[in-house]
């Protein structure tokens, strides 16, 4: 795993003689960022040439930009010639070889979460057997999906079978040039997922990112692209609740979603990544740009999202509704305890005639948490009878934290009608004693009003997740009550 | 930029020689804020605060500082912009220059001694130590400029447990000029310990001569004093209106302010309170009135410093033709401001498919025993209303007019002055009457 200095400056070297030659092993990119670490990533996943100039572009973009301030969050700055660029599919011999040596902490909440044992071991890392159940479950997936004319696969995968897809759908919807931290996805994604569901199929099943088997290891740019064509649907769950193990401080992944007419996206997530300990060290920077674009008429997007895990999130799934008659949805969770801090929100940008956007955003924060829902709602000057209706609610815990609402607004239709409404509270401590005095702990008192104040979001999630969802808010909040 | 900041300069040089004499105790404090402006520059769309107010069209513009002599003017020709004489004090300011014979100050007023023009008291260190004191100029470039180029300014100081029962009204004036001019005013309102006062403050142009209007009011209410606070803006379409007000209210202070933005191409109107005593409240009200190209914006921050404060707030605003307008709202709950009790409510009427409304109510919430809400609409009339006050035999436009008066008259209600209600009363018939014009036409 150490990286082979020598052998990468002799290979850069090369380039300008020969061009590229990839036939070398190499496990790890030495550190650092520069256009011949594009071209070297790009020729590794043997991408076409196209791929590879849209990466520069994407790269050369992002030398010029400047990394956004305006979000509500404050860290370190990260260095980006201190970060590895490529590292090839981890062996699982790297990992723990048994559950004993997996981080005893972790396991209790495994524990806590009701995963079963050889889950456990999948997301702790662990070698496990190839006819490991979820994989032999996979497998039967994906012959089920095959016969309904469903791609699903890893992004390099589609990029080599389906490129005429790709390169039809790639940054339609998040430019390569679109912000700081798309730019620089597009220029050193690693892989993620590709979804494509042909006309007026409904997708037999839930996707899950989850039974995806090479889904381990996707790295920090994952890129995700999913089209549904005229007529689909199609649910796809990203994440996973119990906290995953991962070496990677920044992650900066980018979601493309397009509905075409009469399609149907769902889109859930929940994210648990290592949030630091609990003095606010370490811990996952989480920048997404993730957004859907409802290109045909009567198409619809839907977001829900569960954000209980990194030390900062700055994250906001957006709808871009072109389509007349198409809907888009946003419900989100977001939770920060300790020194947490959460910048998220929507964009609903209003274009065709009759569209509504929905947006539901409940945000709790306990310890040093900072919590802020960030949205805007543009109805543009075509947009005709748009509607938009947005609430969100925050939550305290503890007086040490912080909620904040900034939402925008800009309507350029008269017969738009638009809604906003905010609120923020603390749980009453009449509340905490009646509840006491009924014989229920203070913690479960608190973990009952914070799924009740929850409750609306967690509707929108796929059953399983939403029994989740709740286990994994109760231990997130852990320890928050004194 | 470089042009436009050197263009400043050399109106603020030319205006240090031809003001020598009356200015010679703000020299130093000018030139500082002169070259804080330089460093600074004028705002740009890329910050936050002016993302949705472009100014370069203010910036492009040619303004100096106005050296002609003032016209003379009687009592009828301002006849219009005042508010019945029995009922408030008047203090009128011609382009930048106290009017003795126009204005009319209520016995109880000058008993007290409250109101005094900048120069009055320009050697006194009361004035150096005060002036600037809540709004800083070292991060604005408009409160810099205000402070490089100022005119006179009125001063208020209420004593305390002093009650002014008549409301003083502050008329600001801007006559015709051959050149685009521009004015630096500048009010500063102290009220102390359990005193009362109410303050009219209001802005007007006898003709549509271009020019540039940049104001910055600093208050202060005391402990257990009451301030009510008018802002009325009634200016020309040609005029660039720029309002910085700062506002600092002590325990138990109470502080009630209502803001009328009609006039102006382009209206920014920054209004910040800061709650810095317990059981301070604050209860602001806006309603605007675009029409035509104008752009207006309004930009309050309510800060809750201390504990068991309370804000009320509530804007609305209706807009035609091509205008637009702008609504930014922060409040903010500080870590030891808890028992916080804050609501703020934007409404919006969009009556023409070429206007545009961005409203943007934040909340920034740093403490957890608070209650706080904010919301926000925006919409048209309610075609349900309109067709049963149709049925019921009134034409569209009667039906439209109903509806947007009731929309309108709730903030102007809230104002609770007779002679005040009934000027603005009159202000929005004959906004909606000009409108009712336009959509006829």
């Given at each position: 795993m150490t990286p082979k200095l020598d052998t990468v400056k002799s290979l850069t070297e090369q380039e300008y003689k020969?061009?590229?030659?990839?036939?070398i092993e190499q496990e790890t990119f030495p550190p650092g960022l520069n256009e011949d670490v594009v071209r070297a990533l790009s020729a590794k996943k043997k991408e076409p040439e196209w791929l590879t100039e849209w990466r520069l572009k994407a790269y050369r973009h992002w030398l010029k930009m400047e990394e956004p301030t305006w979000p509500n969050v404050h860290y370190n700055p990260v260095?980006?010639?201190?970060?590895?660029y490529y590292s090839a599919?981890?062996?699982?011999?790297?990992?723990?070889?048994?559950?004993?040596?997996?981080?005893a902490e972790l396991l209790e909440t495994y524990n806590k979460l009701g995963i079963p044992l050889e889950e456990q071991k999948l997301l702790a890392g662990v070698a496990v057997d190839a006819v490991f159940d979820s994989v032999s479950v996979a497998t039967t997936f994906k012959s089920e999906l095959k016969k309904h004319g469903v791609i699903f696969s890893s992004f390099s995968e589609a990029v080599q079978n389906h490129p005429e897809l790709i390169q039809k759908?790639?940054?339609?919807?998040?430019?390569?040039?679109?912000n700081f931290f798309a730019a620089l996805n597009a220029a050193v994604f690693s892989d993620g997922s590709f979804v494509y569901i042909p006309k007026?199929?409904?997708?037999?099943m839930e996707l899950s990112?989850?039974?995806?088997?090479?889904?381990?290891?996707?790295?920090?740019?994952e890129r995700t692209l999913i089209v549904a064509e005229e007529g689909s649907h199609v649910s796809y769950l990203e994440g996973c609740t119990a906290p995953m193990r991962d070496e990677n401080q920044l992650h900066a992944a980018v979601v493309e979603l397009v509905a075409l007419d009469d399609a149907e996206i769902k889109y859930s997530t929940v994210q648990n990544w290592y949030p630091g300990d609990k003095d606010g060290k370490g811990g996952i920077y989480n920048f997404v740009t993730k957004r859907g674009a409802?290109?045909?008429?009567n198409s619809k997007i839907s977001w829900t999202q569960v954000e209980t895990g990194s030390a900062i999130t700055w994250k906001y799934p957006s709808c871009?509704?072109?389509?007349?008659n198409s809907m888009g949805q946003f419900y989100s969770v977001a939770l920060t305890n300790n020194y947490q801090q959460a910048d998220t929100g929507t964009k609903m940008i209003h274009l065709g005639k009759n569209t509504r956007s929905t947006i539901i955003s409940k945000g709790v924060s306990a310890g040093f948490g900072q919590n802020s829902y960030r949205g805007m709602v543009k109805i543009m000057k075509?947009?005709?009878?748009a509607r938009n209706y947005s609430q969100c609610d925050s939550l305290l815990i503890g007086d040490k934290c912080g909620a904040h609402t900034f939402p925008y607004i800009d309507v350029r239709n008269p017969s738009a009608q638009m809604e906003h409404e905010a609120s923020t509270s603390t749980i009453d401590e009449d509340q905490i004693f009646y509840c006491n005095q009924r014989g229920i702990s203070t913690e479960d008192t608190i973990s009952m009003i914070v799924n009740g104040f929850c409750k609306e979001v967690f509707r929108e999630l796929p059953m399983e997740f939403a029994v989740e969802a709740q286990k994994l808010l109760e231990v997130s909040l852990e320890g928050s009550v004194g | 930029m470089s042009d436009t900041i050197n263009r400043y300069k050399q109106q603020f040089k030319a205006m240090m020689k031809s003001r020598d004499g009356d200015i010679s105790s703000t020299v130093e404090l000018r030139q500082g804020a002169m070259d804080c402006f330089s460093e600074l520059g004028f705002p740009t769309t890329r910050m936050e605060a002016w993302r949705e107010t472009d100014i370069s069209q203010l910036t492009k513009r040619d303004y100096s500082f106005a050296t002609t002599k003032p016209l003379d003017l009687s009592h009828k020709d301002i006849a219009q912009f005042l508010i019945d004489p029995a009922h408030v004090s008047t203090v009128v300011i011609v382009d930048g220059n106290y009017s003795e014979e126009l204005s009319s100050i209520h016995e109880t007023a000058s008993k007290a001694g409250a109101i005094k023009l900048f120069s009055e008291i320009a050697n006194n260190e009361v004035l150096k130590s005060t002036?600037?004191?809540?709004?800083?100029?070292q991060k604005d470039a408009f409160v810099a400029l205000n402070i490089a180029f100022m005119s006179d300014g009125i001063f208020i100081r209420v004593p305390?447990?002093?009650?002014?029962p008549k409301p003083i009204h502050i008329l600001y004036l801007t006559t015709s000029h051959e050149k685009e001019v521009m004015f630096h005013h500048r009010n500063f309102v102290v009220l102390e310990e359990g005193s009362e006062a109410t303050i009219i403050e209001h802005y007007a142009s006898l003709d549509g001569s271009p020019s540039l209007t940049n104001v910055v009011t600093e208050m202060i209410v005391g402990k257990n004093a009451g301030l009510r606070h008018v802002k009325i803006q009634e200016e020309s379409d040609r005029v660039d209106h720029i309002a910085t007000t700062q506002a600092d209210i002590q325990s138990n202070g109470n502080y009630t302010t209502s803001t009328f933005l009609v006039g102006s191409r382009l209206g920014r109107n920054d209004l910040r309170v800061r709650?810095?005593?317990?059981g301070a409240e604050c209860s602001m009200s806006g309603l605007v009135l675009a029409s035509e190209e104008q752009h207006l914006d309004n930009h309050t921050l309510i800060d809750?410093?201390?504990?068991y404060c309370t804000s009320r707030e509530l804007f609305k605003g209706i807009h035609t033709d091509s205008s637009r307008s702008v609504f930014n709202g922060c409040i903010v709950v500080r870590k030891?401001?808890?028992?916080t009790n804050s609501e703020q409510t934007n409404k919006n009427l969009l009556l023409s498919d070429n206007a545009v409304v961005n409203s943007n109510p934040q909340l920034e919430i740093y403490a957890d025993d608070v209650s706080c809400s904010h919301g926000s609409t925006t919409g048209q009339l309610d075609e349900d209303a309109i067709f049963y006050l149709r049925s019921r035999g009134l034409d569209v436009l009667t039906a439209q007019g109903l509806l947007i008066n009731g929309f309108a008259n709730e903030i102007i209600d809230s104002v609770q002055i007779g002679a005040v209600n009934i000027y603005l009363y009159r202000l929005l018939s004959n906004w909606l009457a000009q409108m009712r014009i336009n959509i006829n036409g």
């Amino acid at each position: 795993m150490t990286p082979k200095l020598d052998t990468v400056k002799s290979l850069t070297e090369q380039e300008y003689k020969y061009g590229f030659v990839t036939d070398i092993e190499q496990e790890t990119f030495p550190p650092g960022l520069n256009e011949d670490v594009v071209r070297a990533l790009s020729a590794k996943k043997k991408e076409p040439e196209w791929l590879t100039e849209w990466r520069l572009k994407a790269y050369r973009h992002w030398l010029k930009m400047e990394e956004p301030t305006w979000p509500n969050v404050h860290y370190n700055p990260v260095d980006y010639q201190a970060i590895s660029y490529y590292s090839a599919p981890k062996s699982q011999a790297d990992g723990p070889q048994s559950l004993d040596e997996v981080d005893a902490e972790l396991l209790e909440t495994y524990n806590k979460l009701g995963i079963p044992l050889e889950e456990q071991k999948l997301l702790a890392g662990v070698a496990v057997d190839a006819v490991f159940d979820s994989v032999s479950v996979a497998t039967t997936f994906k012959s089920e999906l095959k016969k309904h004319g469903v791609i699903f696969s890893s992004f390099s995968e589609a990029v080599q079978n389906h490129p005429e897809l790709i390169q039809k759908y790639l940054g339609t919807v998040v430019p390569s040039t679109d912000n700081f931290f798309a730019a620089l996805n597009a220029a050193v994604f690693s892989d993620g997922s590709f979804v494509y569901i042909p006309k007026g199929v409904r997708c037999p099943m839930e996707l899950s990112t989850y039974f995806r088997i090479n889904a381990s290891n996707t790295g920090q740019f994952e890129r995700t692209l999913i089209v549904a064509e005229e007529g689909s649907h199609v649910s796809y769950l990203e994440g996973c609740t119990a906290p995953m193990r991962d070496e990677n401080q920044l992650h900066a992944a980018v979601v493309e979603l397009v509905a075409l007419d009469d399609a149907e996206i769902k889109y859930s997530t929940v994210q648990n990544w290592y949030p630091g300990d609990k003095d606010g060290k370490g811990g996952i920077y989480n920048f997404v740009t993730k957004r859907g674009a409802c290109r045909g008429k009567n198409s619809k997007i839907s977001w829900t999202q569960v954000e209980t895990g990194s030390a900062i999130t700055w994250k906001y799934p957006s709808c871009i509704l072109q389509g007349d008659n198409s809907m888009g949805q946003f419900y989100s969770v977001a939770l920060t305890n300790n020194y947490q801090q959460a910048d998220t929100g929507t964009k609903m940008i209003h274009l065709g005639k009759n569209t509504r956007s929905t947006i539901i955003s409940k945000g709790v924060s306990a310890g040093f948490g900072q919590n802020s829902y960030r949205g805007m709602v543009k109805i543009m000057k075509g947009a005709e009878n748009a509607r938009n209706y947005s609430q969100c609610d925050s939550l305290l815990i503890g007086d040490k934290c912080g909620a904040h609402t900034f939402p925008y607004i800009d309507v350029r239709n008269p017969s738009a009608q638009m809604e906003h409404e905010a609120s923020t509270s603390t749980i009453d401590e009449d509340q905490i004693f009646y509840c006491n005095q009924r014989g229920i702990s203070t913690e479960d008192t608190i973990s009952m009003i914070v799924n009740g104040f929850c409750k609306e979001v967690f509707r929108e999630l796929p059953m399983e997740f939403a029994v989740e969802a709740q286990k994994l808010l109760e231990v997130s909040l852990e320890g928050s009550v004194g | 930029m470089s042009d436009t900041i050197n263009r400043y300069k050399q109106q603020f040089k030319a205006m240090m020689k031809s003001r020598d004499g009356d200015i010679s105790s703000t020299v130093e404090l000018r030139q500082g804020a002169m070259d804080c402006f330089s460093e600074l520059g004028f705002p740009t769309t890329r910050m936050e605060a002016w993302r949705e107010t472009d100014i370069s069209q203010l910036t492009k513009r040619d303004y100096s500082f106005a050296t002609t002599k003032p016209l003379d003017l009687s009592h009828k020709d301002i006849a219009q912009f005042l508010i019945d004489p029995a009922h408030v004090s008047t203090v009128v300011i011609v382009d930048g220059n106290y009017s003795e014979e126009l204005s009319s100050i209520h016995e109880t007023a000058s008993k007290a001694g409250a109101i005094k023009l900048f120069s009055e008291i320009a050697n006194n260190e009361v004035l150096k130590s005060t002036v600037g004191s809540l709004a800083p100029f070292q991060k604005d470039a408009f409160v810099a400029l205000n402070i490089a180029f100022m005119s006179d300014g009125i001063f208020i100081r209420v004593p305390k447990n002093e009650i002014i029962p008549k409301p003083i009204h502050i008329l600001y004036l801007t006559t015709s000029h051959e050149k685009e001019v521009m004015f630096h005013h500048r009010n500063f309102v102290v009220l102390e310990e359990g005193s009362e006062a109410t303050i009219i403050e209001h802005y007007a142009s006898l003709d549509g001569s271009p020019s540039l209007t940049n104001v910055v009011t600093e208050m202060i209410v005391g402990k257990n004093a009451g301030l009510r606070h008018v802002k009325i803006q009634e200016e020309s379409d040609r005029v660039d209106h720029i309002a910085t007000t700062q506002a600092d209210i002590q325990s138990n202070g109470n502080y009630t302010t209502s803001t009328f933005l009609v006039g102006s191409r382009l209206g920014r109107n920054d209004l910040r309170v800061r709650l810095a005593g317990k059981g301070a409240e604050c209860s602001m009200s806006g309603l605007v009135l675009a029409s035509e190209e104008q752009h207006l914006d309004n930009h309050t921050l309510i800060d809750h410093e201390a504990p068991y404060c309370t804000s009320r707030e509530l804007f609305k605003g209706i807009h035609t033709d091509s205008s637009r307008s702008v609504f930014n709202g922060c409040i903010v709950v500080r870590k030891d401001a808890q028992q916080t009790n804050s609501e703020q409510t934007n409404k919006n009427l969009l009556l023409s498919d070429n206007a545009v409304v961005n409203s943007n109510p934040q909340l920034e919430i740093y403490a957890d025993d608070v209650s706080c809400s904010h919301g926000s609409t925006t919409g048209q009339l309610d075609e349900d209303a309109i067709f049963y006050l149709r049925s019921r035999g009134l034409d569209v436009l009667t039906a439209q007019g109903l509806l947007i008066n009731g929309f309108a008259n709730e903030i102007i209600d809230s104002v609770q002055i007779g002679a005040v209600n009934i000027y603005l009363y009159r202000l929005l018939s004959n906004w909606l009457a000009q409108m009712r014009i336009n959509i006829n036409g």
